[in-house]
T-cell receptor, first 112, second 113 residues
Framework: GQQLNQSPQSMFIQEGEDVSMNCTSS?????WLWYKQDPGEGPVLLIA?????ELTSNGRLTAQFGITRKDSFLNISASIPSDVGIYFC????????????FGAGTQVVVTP | EAGVTQFPSHSVIEKGQTVTLRCDPI?????LYWYRRVMGKEIKFLLH????????ESGMPNNRFLAERTGGTYSTLKVQPAELEDSGVYFC???????????FGSGTRLTVV
């Protein structure tokens, strides 16, 4: 079936640095979503993107829906310790009734 | 507003036993989804209820998995008999009928030994 390739798998960064991660797919999605999972919790929606080329910010987070509709990236600027967690991209196909396909996640570790 | 609640948070069972996971969605949410994440891999779709009806169960691994949502409120996911490869974190999520980007529960970590 379809597969989302998310990279990198993990990142070890220093506080204050910027973080960038991306997802690519062979399928065309009509929605891209970015989630963050803290330890022991479920994924929490960070940003939703609905249109090709759309660039959306949420505080220090910025995400873009690729022009081809097959990719998306997430940037975190000026990282802080609470940015630690696993970040997942998710794509929704047209007429899929909300069913999401997820990437394998990017583990972010922030050191002081 | 209470979030999506899952019970239990952890379960350790022996191979061959039965386990039932429960999900209470946010009140009024007609969509209810089950997903599973096996260690280090992607979160995979299992199935989707709209109210009490199964809209899509294409992700259910095999007939050892049975999901129900009687009355369109809470849902249960039963694994019988459990196998080692069933270990993982099972997430439930819910949303309003035409909404995108749903709310996840904290998950049930299932370990089959």
């Amino acid at each position: 079936g379809q597969q989302l390739n998310q990279s990198p798998q993990s990142m070890f960064i220093q506080e204050g640095e910027d973080v960038s991660m991306n997802c690519t797919s062979s399928s065309i999605f009509n929605t891209w979503l970015w989630y963050k999972q803290d330890p022991g919790e479920g994924p929490v929606l960070l940003i939703a993107l609905y249109k090709a080329g759309e660039l959306t910010s949420n505080g220090r987070l910025t995400a873009q829906f690729g022009i081809t509709r097959k990719d998306s990236f997430l940037n975190i600027s000026a990282s802080i310790p609470s940015d630690v967690g696993i970040y997942f991209c998710a794509g929704q196909l047209h007429n899929s009734w909300g069913k999401l396909q997820f990437g394998a996640g990017t583990q972010v570790v922030v050191t002081p | 507003e209470a979030g999506v609640t899952q019970f239990p948070s952890h379960s350790v069972i022996e191979k061959g036993q039965t386990v039932t996971l429960r999900c209470d969605p946010i009140s009024g949410h007609d969509n209810l989804y089950w997903y599973r994440r096996v260690m280090g891999k992607e979160i995979k779709f299992l199935l989707h209820f709209v109210k009490e009806s199964k809209q899509d169960e294409s992700g259910m691994p095999n007939n050892r998995f049975l999901a129900e949502r009687t009355g369109g409120t809470y849902s249960t996911l039963k694994v019988q008999p459990a196998e080692l490869e069933d270990s993982g974190v099972y997430f439930c999520a819910s949303s309003q009928l035409w909404s995108t980007g749903y709310t996840f529960g904290s998950g049930t970590r299932l370990t089959v030994v």
